[in-house]
């Protein structure tokens, strides 16, 4: 008899099912590797934690970067991409990812999705933060993500919804399968192959774009796993989300496109924000704009600043969702000032893969979010996400084949009780002290605060494994934060100030054999590409 992940004992799982490849995640990258494994043949079964739209990608709003046919090149895209790095992407992996978009949306065109046609028509463009031409494609205006889920969700793909993953079961040979829980009870999937494609962390902190079931369950699998997780540090802040007081969980972002429209940033006094920070003013890479507005913001000793948007022609038609979002704060953006703060939006390090989604533990893959390709640096350029996800997610699906026929059996149920913090705790502690300005005094304090508080495990398993998986994932982060005296791209130390050259490189953490976030020396091996 095995004990249960939550401590009850039972003679057998509750359920049980049999899968060549399990994707954790109905995002766009995990729904774009079910299709491609599926076309492949294999046996796919999506783990949904929440419902069908219960993902980042349901509420991306900007759009999908992706090389425009004239006066655009594939340099270009990877110059700025580049640029907005910080010095720590992967020049291959990002030429690689850039390369590949074209074809990655031509894929998503002809399984219906539409995008916004110009007077012209042809596809309209935008243009983001960071990005020196109109590159943008964009869906229903401002509903560019729901747009890319509604497309990928007409394949027909095996999901259970409502269904948590505990833990990847590993063995001698690599991945074995999953230990999962669903309202059936705990279960178990037996499976050679395993892809991460949760999204992001966002709930570390009270305050996030993210859904609420963003509470770090892919970084904490992968570690548990035996994988490694590199570059947690930089954590992107949305520079624009609608403010409102004492607003806490997942707040409306209003997207950079509208900027990118010609919104601009002002203060309470009515003066420009990033005036002198930065050529691209307005349309600075997020982190410029993020820490020129929580500047700001302390000067003035006050908790937002404004985004001017009256000027923008036909706002309510192009920025439907955005409209939406304030007039149910009673703002009407043709005619009132918007208020608006930086909110935690994106995990640009995650999981470390190779350029077709493998990690170091044979049969575990990730994609999306989650995943460290290299692409992001110190610092994500705007709708590079989605485009990541479409390249990443077909390429990870198509790698799990040479999985296939490996032996997997998960032969038992039980979960080591792992340490957590009190959630409420958790995300107070990082919104204080590793939010968009950081110091080694903060940073150590509230690594204190972590290692010495424990709370007793909840009694739902889900809850439990998010707490547990919250808290993992915020010691690591914390670890490689104090780990980096510098500041760069979306980490910035203001005990710090000046980037370090002999850093411009990734911080890789591992747990140790007693299950803490250590930082090893040297980037992880990955397998050779097959």
């Known amino acids: 008899m095995t004990p249960s992940p939550h401590g009850d004992r039972q003679d057998a799982p509750a359920w049980e099912d049999h899968a060549d490849l399990v994707v954790i995640g109905g995002g766009v990258a995990g729904l774009t590797a079910a299709r491609a494994a599926s076309l492949r043949g294999l046996r796919v079964l999506i783990l949904s934690k929440g419902g069908p739209t219960d993902t980042a990608t349901q509420y991306a709003q900007g759009g999908i970067a992706v090389v425009a046919p004239d006066g655009d090149s594939v340099d270009s895209h990877v110059a700025d991409t580049l640029a907005a790095g910080g010095g720590l992407c992967d020049p291959g992996a990002v030429r690689s990812i850039v390369e590949s978009g074209p074809d990655a949306v031509a894929a998503l065109t002809d399984l219906g999705a539409v995008f916004d046609l110009g007077r012209d028509g042809q596809v309209s463009r935008t243009r983001e933060g960071g990005h020196s031409t109109r590159r943008i494609i ?59 494609a949760t999204g992001g962390f966002g709930r570390l902190y009270a305050l996030s774009t993210n859904p609420a079931g963003a509470t770090a369950d892919g970084v904490a699998l992968a570690l548990w796993a035996g994988a490694a997780v590199a570059d947690l540090e930089f954590v992107q802040f949305h520079p624009t989300v609608l403010y409102s007081p004492d607003g806490i969980g997942r707040r409306p972002l209003i997207s950079e496109a509208v900027r990118g429209e010609g919104a601009v940033l002002v203060d309470s006094r009515g003066d420009p924000v990033t005036a002198g920070v930065h050529p691209r003013g307005d349309l600075a890479p997020r982190d410029v704009v993020s820490r020129a507005i929580a500047a700001r913001m302390r000067q003035l000793g006050t908790d937002h600043v404004y985004l001017d948007a009256r000027a923008v022609a036909d706002f309510t038609r192009r920025f439907p969702t955005i409209t939406a979002s304030c007039r149910a704060a009673g703002i009407d953006p043709r005619r009132d000032l918007v208020p608006v703060a930086p909110a935690a939006h994106y995990q640009c390090g995650g999981v470390v893969t190779d350029l077709q989604g493998r990690t170091a533990v044979p049969g575990l893959y990730a994609a999306g979010e989650v995943a460290r390709t290299g692409l992001h640096g110190a610092n994500r350029l705007a709708s590079n996400s989605l485009l990541e996800g479409l390249v990443m997610g077909e390429r990870a699906g198509l790698a799990a084949v040479e999985r296939v026929g490996e032996p997997a059996r998960v032969r038992e149920w039980s979960r080591p009780q792992r340490p957590l913090v009190p959630r409420g705790l958790v995300q107070r502690t990082m919104t204080e002290h590793a939010s968009v300005v950081r110091d080694g005094v903060g940073l150590d304090a509230a690594a204190r605060a972590l290692e010495a508080e424990t709370g007793a495990p909840a009694t739902d398993p889900v809850t439990r494994v998010e707490d547990e998986a919250l808290t993992v994932t915020a010691r690591a982060m914390l670890l490689a934060a104090r780990t980096r005296t510098e500041s760069r791209g979306c980490h910035t130390r203001a005990d710090h100030p000046a980037a370090q050259p002999r850093q411009a490189r990734e911080i890789v953490v591992r747990l140790d054999h007693s299950g803490t976030p250590c930082v090893v020396a040297e980037p992880a091996a990955l397998p050779a590409p097959s």
């Open 138 to 196: 964009h869906a229903g205006g401002d509903a560019t993500g729901a747009e890319v889920q509604r497309a990928l969700s007409v394949a027909g793909l095996p999901v259970r919804f409502g269904t948590a993953v505990l833990e990847v079961v590993t063995g001698p040979t690599g991945v074995q399968g999953v230990l999962a829980v669903s309202a059936r009870g705990l279960g178990v999937v037996h499976a050679p192959a395993v892809l991460l």
